[in-house]
């Protein structure tokens, strides 16, 4: 049976996901984007956006992990845009610009419907108003046989770990502090939820730290 992972998700020391006061132009909050930097100098970010340096040595290989045998991806609302309350209108299509990094069927959690966006590179985002069950279902079908990744952000995280639905959790731990934001596991009691470290890896810029569930 395919897995639900969380990949490359990065923390700060202190336990954030995301830095405070989250907007357009800030969309991983203040002081947020250090986070992000284990990633960037990578080869794996650096083909993303259509470049061929990069490096190539440990956070490269995390980063490379978390895309491979992925079928179908799913997001929170905030992970798609900074549009809150029902849609205005069609005209907001993602981050990514016309081709989103997925390259598969996306599943977004809203309250909010709206029909399905195809973009460019084989990315089709679907909107789902019945909560995170009714999206891993969907995801699970749509991966036929391959494993879905959970992109975040925060609270859809906190929600399929509370519901013990993640198999693993891969965090690419910061050395920054960011004193207030979305905290990952807080109220969270992992062991009594059934997950354990299962390994502890050094990277150039992270420390790459799987947590997995026991069955």
């Given amino acids: 049976?395919?897995?639900?992972?969380?990949?490359?998700?990065?923390?700060?020391?202190?336990g954030y996901g995301a830095g405070p006061d989250q907007s357009l132009d800030n969309p991983l909050g203040v002081g947020g984007v250090g986070l992000m930097e284990w990633f960037f100098p990578t080869q794996a970010w650096q083909r993303m956006h259509g470049g061929s340096e990069g490096e190539t040595g440990v956070d490269n290989r995390m980063a490379e992990q978390g895309f491979n045998g992925i079928g179908a991806w799913i997001l929170?609302?905030?992970?798609?845009?900074?549009?809150?309350?029902?849609w205005p209108d069609e005209s907001w299509k993602g981050w990514w610009g016309d081709?989103?990094?997925?390259?598969?069927?996306?599943?977004?959690?809203?309250?909010?419907?709206?029909?399905?966006?195809?973009?460019?590179?084989?990315?089709?985002?679907?909107?789902?108003?019945?909560?995170?069950?009714?999206?891993?279902?969907?995801?699970?079908?749509?991966?036929?046989?391959?494993?879905?990744?959970?992109?975040?952000?925060?609270?859809?995280?906190?929600?399929?770990?509370?519901?013990r639905l993640l198999d693993e959790l891969h965090l690419a731990v910061r050395?920054?502090?960011?004193?207030?934001?979305?905290?990952?596991?807080?109220?969270?009691?992992?062991?009594?939820?059934?997950?354990?470290c299962v390994e502890s890896v050094s990277g150039e810029r992270a420390i790459h730290v799987t947590l997995r569930r026991r069955d």
Avoid: C, W
């Fill in 1 to 14: 049976m395919s897995k639900l992972r969380v990949q490359s998700f990065a923390l700060s020391l202190d």
């Fill in 76 to 86: 929170g609302r905030n992970m798609f845009g900074p549009v809150r309350g029902p």
């Fill in 175 to 196: 050395p920054v502090l960011l004193g207030r934001g979305e905290a990952l596991f807080e109220g969270l009691d992992l062991p009594a939820l059934g997950y354990a």
């Fill in 99 to 163: 081709e989103p990094p997925y390259h598969v069927p996306v599943f977004v959690l809203t309250q909010h419907a709206r029909k399905p966006l195809t973009m460019a590179g084989g990315t089709t985002f679907h909107f789902v108003t019945d909560g995170i069950h009714a999206a891993l279902e969907q995801a699970r079908a749509a991966a036929a046989g391959l494993d879905v990744r959970v992109g975040g952000g925060v609270a859809t995280v906190r929600q399929y770990l509370q519901a």
